[in-house]
């Protein structure tokens, strides 16, 4: 994977603007990812869900062999700019526990809300595997 930043442009923070793939390999589409839990228990605050979602994440990506490394895409959709960025701190610690040093091309979207009405994030995800 190559990452694409023109040089007269200003280097993204946490994110990247695009990535080239190329080569034979598996792709893994992952539905969105909420912050709730195995039992369908939602923390009160947006980093502890947004949390969640990253190891939900990191649990489907380890299932199809892949890991952080192989994101190529994220989408998330957050239901609250205030409280996305009062969890700044938070949602960086979560972002390095969970995904290290990668950061793949990333849109944030704002919305009115997600179907399970506890949910303030839902994070979509594509990955890429080359084969060996």
Same mark, same amino acid.
Do not use: C
């Given at each position: 994977?190559?990452?694409?930043?023109? +040089? &007269?442009?200003?280097?993204?923070? *946490?994110?990247? !603007?695009?990535?080239?793939?190329?080569?034979?390999?598996?792709?893994?589409?992952?539905?969105?990812? =909420?912050?709730?839990?195995?039992?369908?228990?939602?923390?009160?605050?947006?980093?502890?869900?947004?949390? =969640?979602?990253?190891?939900?994440?990191?649990?489907?990506?380890? &299932? +199809?062999?892949?890991?952080?490394? !192989?994101?190529?895409?994220?989408?998330?959709?957050?239901?609250?700019?205030?409280?996305? &960025?009062?969890?700044?701190? *938070?949602?960086?610690?979560?972002?390095?526990? =969970?995904?290290?040093?990668?950061?793949?091309?990333?849109?944030?979207?704002?919305?009115?809300?997600?179907?399970?009405?506890? +949910?303030?994030? &839902?994070?979509?995800? =594509?990955?890429?595997?080359?084969?060996?």
């Amino acid at each position: 994977m190559r990452i694409l930043q023109p +040089a &007269e442009w200003s280097k993204p923070r *946490g994110f990247s !603007h695009g990535v080239v793939v190329e080569g034979a390999g598996r792709w893994v589409v992952l539905a969105g990812q =909420t912050g709730g839990d195995e039992t369908g228990s939602y923390a009160p605050d947006m980093a502890a869900q947004v949390a =969640t979602a990253l190891k939900r994440i990191m649990k489907l990506l380890a &299932e +199809a062999g892949a890991g952080p490394e !192989h994101i190529v895409r994220l989408t998330w959709y957050l239901t609250s700019r205030g409280e996305y &960025e009062a969890a700044g701190a *938070g949602i960086r610690a979560a972002w390095k526990e =969970t995904l290290g040093r990668n950061f793949p091309p990333s849109t944030l979207l704002y919305v009115g809300g997600l179907v399970d009405e506890r +949910a303030k994030v &839902e994070i979509e995800v =594509t990955a890429f595997i080359p084969s060996a």
